[in-house]
């Protein structure tokens, strides 16, 4: 089992930022493949982030094309966290955010069904 705690969450005003965290309670988180999904009053959850071992030293990082360029996605295997860093933001980014984790680091990264752990989710606001 793995537990999941997002916090960072908020009220912002439109072209501000906010940083997102996920902590797990794994040792073996460092190999996970980790996700962040959002999912907005009336809509499906959608892909955001993702990041993955490489099974050397590195992680891939991908993104959605609707956040490309303003959000970065990282990790602190130390911590067993994963941030998500969101910059200019729209209000079109409004929506509950929510950290995913697979176990599968070969799983689509981009498929909520890929993921099998989840956190709470944490309110993102963006006014414009």
């Known amino acids: 089992q793995v537990q999941l705690v997002e916090s960072g969450g908020g009220l912002v005003q439109a072209g501000g930022s906010l940083r997102l965290s996920c902590a797990a309670s794994r040792r073996t988180f460092s190999s996970f493949l980790m996700g962040w999904f959002r999912q907005a009053p009336g809509k499906e959850r959608e892909f955001v982030a993702a990041?993955?071992?490489?099974?050397?030293?590195?992680?891939?990082?991908y993104y959605a094309d609707s956040v490309k360029g303003r959000f970065t996605i990282s990790r602190d295997n130390a911590k067993n966290t994963v941030y998500l860093q969101m910059n200019s933001l729209k209000p079109e980014d409004t929506a509950v955010y929510y950290c995913?984790?697979?176990?599968?680091?070969?799983?689509?990264?981009?498929?909520?069904?890929?993921?099998?752990?989840w956190g709470q989710g944490t309110q993102v606001t963006v006014s414009s």
């Open positions: 990041i993955r071992w490489s099974g050397g030293i590195a992680y891939y990082a």
């Open positions: 995913g984790a697979s176990g599968d680091a070969s799983g689509s990264y981009n498929d909520d069904g890929s993921y099998a752990y």
